[in-house]
């Protein structure tokens, strides 16, 4: 696990509260992948989702080894640690 990805970690344990601030670069996630139940979307649901398991998804995304529609585009622009910092938060929302 890289230094910043063990940051985050321990920052969303040791201070949950900080798990409520989105990081910046959710803004181009939460308008397909939708928190609430109320909005409907064909689009899987992160919220509450296993860190390790949206991070490895981004990762493939990024690498060209999953396919996708618009994800392989928009993961070439996230570093490790914005994967890590975008998957830590979806993690600690509740899941709907």
């Known amino acids: 696990m890289q230094p910043a990805a063990i940051g985050v970690c321990l920052a969303l344990t040791v201070f ?11 803004s181009s996630c939460s308008g397909c992948h939708a928190a609430s ?3 409907e ?9 296993p860190a390790p398991r949206i991070a490895e998804a981004m990762r493939a995304f990024r690498a060209g080894t999953r396919p ?6 928009l ?3 996230f570093s490790d640690d914005e994967i890590t910092a975008i998957a830590a938060w979806y993690a600690a929302m509740p899941a709907p």
């Open 16 to 26: 949950p509260a900080a798990a409520a601030e989105a990081p910046s670069e959710t």
């Open 37 to 39: 139940e109320a909005v």
């Open 41 to 49: 979307t064909p689009v899987p649901r992160l919220a509450g989702l």
């Open 68 to 73: 996708g529609t618009i994800m392989p585009r």
């Open 75 to 77: 993961a070439k622009g």
